[in-house]
């Protein structure tokens, strides 16, 4: 059987690890090499310092680049410019024309043809998936702030030893951080809901949780019309129809445990009550190193490579 | 010296052995007896069933109450009519005219000579902490909600043996739960916001952290006028001025650390960017077993009793 | 394709769970039902009450009991009259003649036309593999005792509620358990050691660790003879060479994190230095859940239905 | 009230900090100041490049010093040339007959006396205060080894950024290190316990666990002849009668949750069956941070001050 040739670009952090497992277990795609600038083998693949890696990249046919934010543009049109297709886990083209933006159930149509698509980051990811089915309905209420407080497992934080990410200092701890607004991925939110709710009002506010990973976000929409649970559960089932990385939560509330080790979001909704003007609390889930960053990359790496977009992953 | 002689009912729980393990220390009290419905002994202190207790309730001149909701407002009746002060730990007063609502930097002037003292809920100390300063000054738009997300430490839940409590439920897990305002302690918040800010409308959803100890609430405030950071930190600072189990952190913001085993709450804000009506971040910290509950009620006891508000605490 | 029918019974529990959970992504086998005492639908699969499932083993070609001690015995028996084999995943049949233990890696060649196979504990699992090939190669001074300390996650304590397993008791705590060899564990291990290294003296003692899932257990094994690390290690590759689910970790220590989520066993070695008489360290690491339980069975499973040993396992 | 002069050196790591916490509250001790290379104010101390700080070390009546290995000892001596006292924290000390080693209950009538006291090591004590009544007695076989596993939280590997200490590595793991008696502080165990018990076999193997803080050592005792439960209790509670800092728990085993955050060492025992010769197992627990270092620090410090033992302690 013919096997697709891929290479993964700074593979020693807890997405690369996590794309190299979930590629040595993919029937149809052989790791030809990977990058890091500190290891020469991870996982049984062998790792070669980026600027010799990048030598190569001609020789496979896809490049998955979990390279840091600023480094990976330039190695992501390297591999272009080698005639390789790319899918960017980094920040760095979510917001440029250059890529096609790599949520994949609302942008399947476009992800198969692309060269780069630049895959989104996690908590885009959980907070999008809430979001843009009432946005597409136009039930979003603009003249109103949307409210996202959402909490983060500690890989998301990457593998880069820092005093704040110690053990000692996250277990049993609990903090809000980039608070007023300050978060850099904020933009990627907003801009990629703009195309179908216009500007939106965001207050995003992160939290690191004493937890290795997954993400929770909860969400609180103003909304034009009271919408009563089924009939915001039947949107959202409406609008995920037939997607194997989607759940709805019918009467209930997802959390972590829901999706850790899965390539899945689980989405869960209540009206809130006692409120004079009509509101929803959206609660979604992601396990953040893979429907959040591995696993979804995946996802449009099998549709770039015109395989099964399910081949690989577990849900 | 003189000891003050107190019983604790409902004394098994993981608040009433916080309680306990304060009072012991605490120079200027004596435990007479406990009561709990399973133990006869707790922490080297005697423990009687609740019925046997209540007959002796007239023996000591001040009863902390940690029964449970439903359970407590008779048993603090009762303590009453045999001429003992009391400290009712449940909910079971806190909306009651027959009570005074103990939230002591804010209600202190009425504490030493209330008959009964209504301790407030874990939620409603972090929540009411960081509101009430902005609600006095006049600043909260009520025309707006204010949205409160909350995750609680899972000693919070009670130490009955529940299986979603068990550990190998709760760790690595993180989940919302009551979503949609269907909290039971959101009226103990509303109605305790009302003399100083009218009717508010609160979106709270309460969070369960795999943490063993600690609440977090997160707080978007929709505010009359713009505040910049350091203004509304000169307001806090301004509102609790002198109070020694208050911390306004400067240009920062507090995590469960820093309140842990620690009869403190720790408030912090930041203004939010990019919206188009003023709102504020306020950050709030609290030990749910101690400022949240056990140690709080040592505060209002000491003012009861005529002692120093500080007596037996460390903050 | 022909698939292999199965009914999974007391399916409810952590070991039940993960073993529908490997099941369901099987290649070669349906469930046909499962059974539990308290719920009628379990990971989308028909939950019925034991009594009525006991009435459809004949319908299956192979039982899975996951049921409590005692209770297991019955039903695996009642599968042998209905004419179905049986993996016994409780400790009932472990030290009897009427079923094959079912260490696969040590007595592969009985298991194919077992009918019934007992299923190993999670702890002789693992101190098992670490011992038995310096007992099987005549090693072992069995004049002295061979010490164990072990530890395991949570979930190996089971699922009901016990107030000794809540998050709030467990987290931040370690504890010893059974100390003393009061282990009911104990015979099994020094059993299944006595055909290949006579009477041995064990000292166990296991511990309860705040993770969910994992056991690790510390083997200090007294030799006849000085083995260097390298010659201790190539003693295990020798014995376990070809064996997909044991990895032989060369010049380091296995942890938890190499092997939970896997059916693997992993083991490394240090002969320890300073001491009169020779002695060997040895660590060996599973998750209880899987190579400790249901992984296992799989394996087993695998070999009485004549199918690959690996199919549906991951390592 | 006359209170005495302290410095603190190294005061920026978990034990630097733990000892500011315990002296802040200490009401006859004043902290002069504290020495950091990072940090200028430490918990509202003082805090002085090391260079400088030795500048000062006159000024006071005692330093205690938690630097680093190696660099701690020149400290100390410049301390006693500019003629304060000292406790060395560090392991600089400890096997050397320059300083009184601190072991307070085992050693405490040449602590008030001595010009240094090398406070003991977190393994050392928790496992010394463990095995001492027994050697003291004449009751250990030393022809055969003492066999101990022992677990710490991970604030004993210090606060510098290490990538295998991040939360994401060390949660939901366990693992041995320093396997085959590698372990540094094995020497300060055997040259401690010699003067009781003469030459003895140790085997010893720690571990890391996923809490805080904490040590359970878990200790496996040969001895010369049987004792039963009851006797070995009985000689633990002979032997530290009176001891506020050590708790006998008597047809128990005690565990990390009854000493953190508490100045204290917790023993209990079982003697274990069914091996041909006696053996006795032997818990001991402590917290790393307060009776493994900075509480025993304040115990001895206490002593040489001509202060009550337990001031400022809590058990």
Redesign the interface.
């Known amino acids: 059987m013919h096997k697709n040739s891929v290479a993964v670009l700074g593979a020693s952090g807890?997405v690369g690890r996590e794309l190299l497992e979930i590629l040595a277990?993919h029937p149809n795609v052989t790791i030809e090499f990977t990058s890091s600038q500190s290891e020469r083998e991870i996982n049984g693949h062998r790792a070669l310092p980026l600027e010799e890696a990048q030598k190569h990249l001609g020789d496979v046919e896809l490049v998955l680049s979990c390279l840091p934010h600023g480094v990976s543009r330039p190695a992501v049109e390297e591999a272009r410019r080698a005639g390789a297709r790319a899918v960017d886990l980094s920040a760095d083209l979510r917001l440029s024309p250059a890529a096609v933006y790599g949520l994949t159930e609302v942008f399947r149509p476009r992800v198969p043809e692309a060269a780069i698509v630049a895959n989104p980051g996690c908590y885009p990811t959980a907070a999008l998936l809430a979001l843009l089915p009432f946005a597409k309905a136009g039930l979003l209420d603009t003249s109103?702030?949307v409210?996202i407080?959402a909490?983060s497992?500690?890989?998301g934080a990457g593998?880069?030893?820092?005093?704040e990410?110690?053990?000692?200092?996250?277990?049993?701890?609990?903090?809000?951080?980039s608070?007023?607004?300050?978060h850099r991925h904020?933009p990627e939110i907003t801009e990629h809901l703009k195309p179908f709710a216009g500007e939106v009002?965001?207050?995003f506010?992160p939290?690191l949780?004493?937890?290795?990973?997954?993400i929770?976000a909860?969400l609180?929409l103003p909304l034009k019309q009271v919408l009563d649970r089924s009939a915001a559960e039947e949107l959202l089932l409406e609008t995920y129809r037939g997607e194997p990385f989607i759940r709805v939560v019918r009467n209930g509330?997802?959390?972590?445990?829901d999706v850790?080790?899965r390539n899945l979001a689980a989405l869960?909704v209540?009206?809130?009550?006692?409120?004079?003007?009509p509101?929803l609390?959206v609660?979604s889930a992601i396990d953040n190193l893979v429907k959040g960053a591995a696993g979804q990359a995946v996802q449009n790496m099998n549709l770039m490579l015109g395989l099964e977009e399910t081949e690989g992953l577990?849900c």
């Open positions: 807890y277990r109103r702030p409210v407080d909490a497992g500690v890989s593998r880069s030893p820092k005093r990410l110690l053990f000692a200092e996250v277990a049993e701890d609990f903090r809000a951080y608070v007023g607004n300050e904020l009002d965001l207050v506010t939290h949780l004493p937890v290795k990973r997954g929770l909860t609180h509330i997802p959390s972590l445990k850790v080790y869960g209540a009206p809130v009550k006692h409120v004079a003007r509101m609390t609660i577990r």
